[in-house]
T-cell receptor, first 116, second 111 residues
C-alpha cells in the first residue's frame, strides 16, 4: 500500500525558534500534498495545499509567513513553523495524493509539536 | 459551503453488537467520499472511497454505503480491536483534491 512518512514524530522546541517537519511519500510520487492540524478530541483542519514546484495555497485564517511550506520534489514536502509559540503546539499531519492514480489520499503518522 | 456532520460523536458497543455510523454531507459536487480510521496519536488510515449513490464497499467487518446525502459505515460483530475514531471526509469537484472532514465518531468496543 501507499506509505507516507513524517519526521520527526515528536519534537519539542523553545518559544521563538523554528522547527521543520518533513513529509515523504515512500512508494509513490505525489504532485499534491496537504498539511493538516489536529487539536485533541477534534477533527483535522486543513492548513494548506502544496503542489510540487509552485507556491502553497493556504486556507483562510492560516498565516503563510508563520507556516512555511515547500514542496521541492514529487516525494517531499516540508512544513516549517517559524517563531513558534506555545499556542502552535499541536498534532500536524501531512497527506499525499498519488499522481495520476485516482483520488485517494494517504496520510502520514503525524508529528507532535510541543513549544515550551 | 461544503460540510460534513458525523453521528453519533461517541459509540460504545459490546463485542459482537453490530451498529452503524452516520455521515451526512453537503457538497456542491461530489468527487468522492472517504472513510478513515484513526487510532489515538496516529495519522488516519484509509478504509474506503465511495464515488456515487448506491455504491457499497466492504472490508472485513466494515461495510460502507453511500446515498446522495449521507454515508453509513456498518460494523458487523465488532471486536475490541475495532475501537478507534472513524472519520468521514468529502472531496468536492474543482477543489484541488482537498478533503473536508467531519468531527469523527469515537467507537469503543468492550469485550
Amino acid at each position: 500500500g501507499a506509505v507516507v512518512s513524517q519526521h520527526p514524530s515528536r519534537v519539542i522546541c523553545k518559544s521563538g525558534t523554528s522547527v521543520k517537519i518533513e513529509c515523504r511519500s515512500l512508494d509513490f510520487q505525489a504532485t499534491t500534498m496537504f498539511w493538516y492540524r489536529q487539536f485533541p478530541k477534534q477533527s483535522l483542519m486543513l492548513m494548506a495545499t502544496s503542489n510540487e514546484g509552485s507556491k502553497a495555497t493556504y486556507e483562510q485564517g492560516v498565516e503563510k509567513d508563520k507556516f512555511l511550506i515547500n514542496h521541492a520534489s514529487l516525494t517531499l514536502s516540508t512544513l516549517t513553523v517559524t517563531s513558534a509559540h506555545p499556542e502552535d503546539s499541536s498534532f500536524y499531519i501531512c497527506s499525499a495524493r498519488p499522481t495520476g492514480a485516482g483520488n485517494t489520499i494517504y496520510f502520514g503518522e503525524g508529528s507532535w509539536l510541543t513549544v515550551v | 459551503e461544503d460540510q460534513v456532520t458525523q453521528s453519533p460523536e461517541a459509540l460504545r458497543l459490546q463485542e459482537g453488537e453490530s451498529s452503524s455510523l452516520n455521515c451526512s454531507y453537503t457538497v456542491s459536487g461530489l468527487r468522492g467520499l472517504f472513510w478513515y480510521r484513526q487510532d489515538p496519536g496516529k495519522g488516519p488510515e484509509f478504509l474506503f472511497t465511495l464515488y456515487s449513490a448506491g455504491e457499497e464497499k466492504e472490508k472485513e467487518r466494515l461495510k460502507a454505503t453511500l446515498t446522495k446525502k449521507e454515508s453509513f459505515l456498518h460494523i458487523t460483530a465488532p471486536k475490541p480491536e475495532d475501537s478507534a475514531t472513524y472519520l468521514c471526509a468529502v472531496q468536492g469537484l474543482n477543489q484541488g483534491g482537498k478533503l473536508i472532514f467531519g468531527q469523527g465518531t469515537e467507537l469503543s468496543v468492550k469485550p
